[in-house]
């Protein structure tokens, strides 16, 4: 009886020894200091969207200065804005449309969009007939554009469209 009790007290014991020693560890903290990086004046930027509810023609569905020529199913725009860098005085505008064409046709569409314009373009195709973004820089304006397509069902290809000037 005596060497039961001997054990049921060494045990707690034990117990209070770990419980001391692991809170003085959970106590202890790292006080190393972490920098931070500092805001830099003249680094924000300014998203102005478009309000898509007000607009009364296709073009009013475009962020000012957007190309109107490109093949864009105005009827399915989800997304239009301007979003100007103030550090770099650089604008870009974006449009972003879901479309009931096949991936294959729309990316066939942008590419001869691409070329026809002039542009000096890649096309990266990210996942074969699912996902491909096409990218290119007109030398003559210095304009760029890019084009994400993904398809989203059978039936569906969201695209997102970006344009600096």
Do not use: C, H, W
Request: without cysteine; glycine residues 4%.
């Amino acid at each position: 009886m005596i060497i039961a009790v001997v054990i049921i007290l060494a045990v707690i014991i034990l117990g209070l020894i770990l419980v001391v020693t692991s809170n003085q560890t959970s106590d202890q903290t790292d006080t190393t200091d972490v920098d931070t990086p500092a805001f830099i004046p003249g680094t924000e930027s300014s998203v102005t969207t478009v309000d898509l509810s007000a607009a009364t023609t296709d073009e009013d569905k475009l962020p000012s200065g957007f190309p109107t020529d490109l093949p864009l199913d105005y009827g399915n725009i989800t997304e239009s804005l301007t979003t100007s860098y103030a550090d770099t005085n650089t604008t870009e505008l974006s449009v972003v449309f879901n479309s009931p064409k096949s991936y294959a046709d729309l990316k066939s569409e942008f590419e001869t969009y691409f070329e026809d314009g002039g542009y000096d373009f890649t096309v990266n195709e990210l996942q074969s007939d699912a996902v491909a973004q096409i990218r290119g820089t007109n030398s003559a304006s210095g304009e760029a554009l890019s084009v994400t397509l993904q398809r989203t069902s059978d039936s569906s290809v969201s695209v997102q469209t970006s344009y600096t000037k």
